[in-house]
């Protein structure tokens, strides 16, 4: 079948762009402790980074939720993978090229993170509006790609960093801009589903004043939360905090918790549909708090390490579940509901790592005492669903 008719193109783009995503999202974090030691870039400040990503990604949500339907999904999906080139390439050249490098982190990292989080605002109702079965299963599939992106980006940056030096960092910037590049040019040709259409929509006026949209919110800030802050800090925590080195803390650290990451998202896919979601999203979190504790206070890093692994499979459910659940409970909640549960999760993965960055900071740069206070983050969750059940009894 033609690619312009072929709407598994369409799933196949939105792979590489859950890809881009990674990309965006945990390189930089591979080099935190460089950027502290060779630059002089302190930890607040490195969360301060990271807080910069994640909040313009929350204003890109909410221009998403109001003007993606009249611009148009194509053209917005190919600006995002030509924002997204355009950051990595800045990356490699502006830290460098202006007096301060921090600025030209800053710089590049806001012009990616307006493209990541265009994708992230659109992608997935474009997957949730194709024409294909088992539509939670495909939502999961979908995220699940984000996961083996991180194990990419980690494992094929971590090589170059081993082979030929942290020096190299910025060849590999610029070596990760041709993913996005490549994938613009996919989405120009792929065919797109008219979701507006297919769905008949409610108001933002009136999502708001839906209740049970203001829990996914709440529910979608935890696991934005839960999930980053173990995704950013990882890298830095295992090399700083545990004293191992930095190829095997990458390796322990952020790339086995995408691993298992991507695994509980592939394992959600299979299952999804025979099992109470809510039910599944409490043990998971139960089991992200237990791994934020093992992660934080345990004397030996091999079990600290597995904490980060645990953690990484609790989450994996969290985001595509409550993504998938929202479009069951809410099914005319339409782009707007997709765009604003990405604000809402965008902001618990802005403020959860620069918290942890923060309370780090506050204990002489101890990562251990920032990452146990991040424990509370999927107490959030817990909280959110138990308000959930309440509401459903009441009803």
Not at 53 to 61: A, G, K, R, S, Y
Not at 229 to 249: D, R
Request: glycine letters at 10%.
């Amino acid at each position: 079948m033609n690619i312009r008719n072929n709407f598994r193109h369409t799933v196949y783009a939105s792979y590489i762009s859950y890809i881009t995503q990674a990309a965006v999202n945990n390189f930089l974090p591979l080099l935190f402790v460089m950027f502290n030691t060779q630059y002089n870039i302190s930890l607040s400040q490195i969360g301060l980074l990271v807080a910069l990503n994640f909040c313009t990604q929350i204003c890109v949500d909410l221009f998403a939720a109001k003007f993606a339907p009249k611009i148009g999904y194509r053209k917005l999906i190919i600006t995002s993978g030509s924002l997204i080139f355009v950051g990595f390439v800045l990356m490699g050249i502006l830290p460098d090229l202006l007096p301060s490098a921090y600025l030209g982190l800053c710089i590049s990292m806001f012009i990616c993170a307006v493209g990541g989080g265009l994708s992230e605002a659109i992608v997935s109702p474009i997957i949730e509006f194709c024409p294909l079965d088992n539509k939670s299963g495909e939502m999961s599939l979908l995220h699940s790609f984000y996961c083996w992106g991180c194990v990419l980006v980690i494992g094929v940056s971590t090589a170059f960093f081993a082979i030929f030096g942290m020096g190299c960092w910025k060849y590999v910037a610029l070596g990760w801009s041709i993913i996005p590049l490549f994938d613009a040019f996919y989405f120009s040709v792929v065919p797109m589903p008219d979701i507006e259409t297919e769905l008949n929509s409610m108001p933002i006026s009136k999502l708001l004043k839906n209740k049970l949209f203001w829990v996914f919110a709440l529910l979608m800030m935890g696991a934005g939360a839960s999930e980053l802050i173990m995704a950013q800090w990882a890298s830095a925590f295992a090399e700083s905090g545990l004293g191992v080195s930095k190829a095997i803390g990458d390796i322990a650290g952020p790339c086995a918790f995408a691993v298992l990451m991507g695994i509980s998202r592939v394992f959600h896919a299979k299952i999804g549909d025979r099992i109470s979601l809510p039910g599944y999203i409490m043990i998971c979190s139960v089991a992200c708090v237990f791994s934020y504790i093992l992660a934080s206070l345990s004397p030996i890093p091999a079990l600290a390490l597995v904490g980060c692994g645990i953690c990484g499979f609790s989450v994996g459910v969290m985001w595509p579940g409550i993504y998938s659940y929202s479009a069951k409970m809410i099914p005319r909640g339409g782009t707007a509901m997709f765009a604003l549960l990405a604000f809402a999760g965008d902001t618990g993965c802005s403020f959860g790592p620069f918290i942890t960055g923060v309370v780090s900071k506050a204990y002489n740069n101890d990562l251990a005492a920032g990452l146990l206070c991040a424990a509370l983050f999927p107490v959030v969750i817990i909280i959110g669903l138990m308000i959930f059940k309440k509401m459903k009894k009441a009803d």
